[in-house]
């Protein structure tokens, strides 16, 4: 008998742990075997790789358990191969809990990885930074501690302020760390990508939750972020990553059945794509059994972006 259950046991779990999967998406959600939240998309070589959480709670669980992150890659944003494993909570020894939202960028040929998790021994969430010659991995703590702890930042008081990091690397080839819950903090990184240079800063927004995200497009830098709770994404316009940033209203409506709504923006081929996720998978899935979903995003002449039209449909295959 037990080696009938060890033996049900590889079975259902090998192509998670080791083995590349393929599906087609059919609309909105794109992944439909797992729940999935808080996308971070990056574009390489020709491919989208798209970086999320893994809502691991049981049915109708209210919290999140989240204990690893997936990655998934496209070269059409319709076909997707879900890779292994790539990083969990316990890659990081300075860690306890809560694979939280996270970015993905490329630099010197490395894969950096900036997540937020619960830190193990000083109060509060934290951002660590993984690191991998590939961009799906495997990744490795690149610092052995974590590069952000709730005792670095005053401007809020809550104990979940250190959360979501975004990170960008400008024309100039300076990386810059966006963060935060309530206060939005940004600051320099250094040129290894694995310690901040400089003095942490904050970026005054409206009625700002969380999840910071920095895109550009036409000399504009866009900040969007997750505006009051339940979540709309809102965005400003700034010619510089140092401000001013001019506040310029709402980008997506709070998506069905969740409160939170994580956005990631990116350009591929030609398109502009906004990235989120809702709870819409399942009847009742809810604000901790989310799923990620795709649609168009679309720019006015002035450079400012037109409200996203949350589809079922999705999007077509990108050619
Ligand atoms: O997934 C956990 C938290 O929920 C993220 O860090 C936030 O952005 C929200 O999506």
Sequence with gaps: MDKIIALLFVICYYPALSQDTSFASTGNPIIRHK????????????????????????????????????????????????????????????????????????????????????????????????????????????????????DMTKAATIRWDDIDPSVYVDEKGQAWLFWGNTACYYAKLKDNMTELDGEIKTI???????????HKRNGWYYLTYAY???????????????????????????????NTNHQSVIEFKGKWYFIYHNGALVPDAGSFHRSVCIDYLYYNKDGTMKRVAMTSEGVPSAR
Excluded at 94 to 106: F, G, H, L, P, T
Excluded at 204 to 214: G, H, V
Excluded at 230 to 251: I, Q, V
């Design 35 to 150: 729940f999935t939240a808080d996308p971070a998309a990056m574009v390489h070589n020709g491919k989208v790789y798209l970086y999320t959480g893994h809502d691991q709670a049981p049915p109708r669980h209210n919290g999140y358990q989240m204990h690893e992150w997936l990655v998934f890659s496209s070269s059409d944003m319709v076909n997707w191969t879900e890779h292994a494993v790539p990083l969990r909570v316990k890659d990081f020894t300075w860690a306890k809990a809560d694979a939280w939202a996270s970015q993905v960028i490329e630099r010197n040929r490395k894969f950096y990885w900036y997540v937020a998790l619960e830190h193990g021994s000083i109060e509060g969430k934290a951002i660590g930074v993984a690191v991998s010659d590939s961009p799906t991995g495997p990744f490795k703590d690149a610092r052995g501690s974590a590069l952000v702890t709730n």
């Design 204 to 214: 005054s927004l409206p009625k700002f939750t969380e999840a910071p995200y920095i």
């Design 228 to 258: 009051e709770f339940p979540e709309k994404t809102a965005y400003a316009m700034s010619r510089s990553l140092e401000g001013p940033w001019e506040y310029k209203g709402f980008l997506n409506e709070i998506a069905g059945n969740c």
